[in-house]
T-cell receptor, first 111, second 114 residues
Framework: QKEVEQNSGPLSVPEGAIASLNCTYSDRVSQSFFWYRQYSGKSPELIMSIYSNGDKEDGRFTAQLNKASQYVSLLIRDSQPSDSATYLC???????????FGSGTRLLVRP | DGGITQSPKYLFRKEGQNVTLSCEQNLNHDAMYWYRQDPGQGLRLIYY???????QKGDIAEGYSVSREKKESFPLTVTSAQKNPTAFYLC?????????????FGQGTRLTVV
């Protein structure tokens, strides 16, 4: 079982819709959870971090964490074509606080 | 300007050569990481370091070596033992513990074997 799993996609949504991206992780003692956006040929850019169970909102983005289910998700409201990118889920796990990434979900927002 | 600087942006290596990728940060971060990304794939952890003069192997450390002689610097050497080194290499750094522990990335080095 991979430590961090994501559906590779592509997830295709129309402009203005809500995009829902999901991630599961295997290490129950994971401490911190992150979502990165990566445009083709570029380095990942942090868009959200979440440390406690529940929801965290920042503009059009909402991260949701459920530690009991080992599940973290990212919702993008009012999706725009500029949101088309690969979204990477990352988990900071013990021991050693290594930061592990999923393989990413490709999002396509259709105009 | 605070940030993470990777150099060079593009690097070409001949078969059998060792090459060293540079990563420097001025964010006063304790932890630094090296990742490899192949086309259409996620990031795979090569090495990470939490403190000067200490580092740990990640999932794909074979054929790579690192050093951490200064807090600001974490160079990666791709040795001739790495049979398929062509990839996009990403360096990141973060605060180790406490409040916000987000990792931030440099711009990456694209390595090609010629």
């Amino acid at each position: 079982q991979k430590e961090v799993e994501q559906n590779s996609g592509p997830l295709s949504v129309p402009e203005g819709a809500i995009a829902s991206l999901n991630c599961t992780y295997s290490d129950r003692v994971s401490q911190s959870f992150f979502w990165y956006r990566q445009y083709s040929g570029k380095s990942p850019e942090l868009i959200m971090s979440i440390y406690s169970n529940g929801d965290k909102e920042d503009g059009r983005f909402t991260a949701q964490l459920n530690k009991a289910s080992q599940y973290v998700s990212l919702l993008i409201r009012d999706s725009q074509p500029s949101d088309s990118a690969t979204y990477l889920c990352a988990v900071k796990a013990l021991p050693g606080y290594k930061l592990i990434f999923g393989s990413g979900t490709r999002l396509l927002v259709r105009p | 300007d605070g940030g993470i600087t990777q150099s060079p942006k593009y690097l070409f290596r001949k078969e059998g050569q060792n090459v060293t990728l540079s990563c420097e940060q001025n964010l006063n971060h304790d932890a630094m990481y090296w990742y490899r990304q192949d086309p259409g794939q996620g990031l795979r952890l090569i090495y990470y370091s939490q403190i000067v003069n200490d580092f740990q192997k990640g999932d794909i450390a074979e054929g790579y070596s690192v050093s951490r002689e200064k807090k600001e610097s974490f160079p990666l050497t791709v040795t001739s033992a790495q049979k398929n080194p062509t990839a996009f290499y990403l360096c990141a750094s973060s605060v180790l513990t406490g409040g916000l522990t987000e990792a931030f990335f440099g711009q990456g080095t694209r390595l090609t074997v010629v």
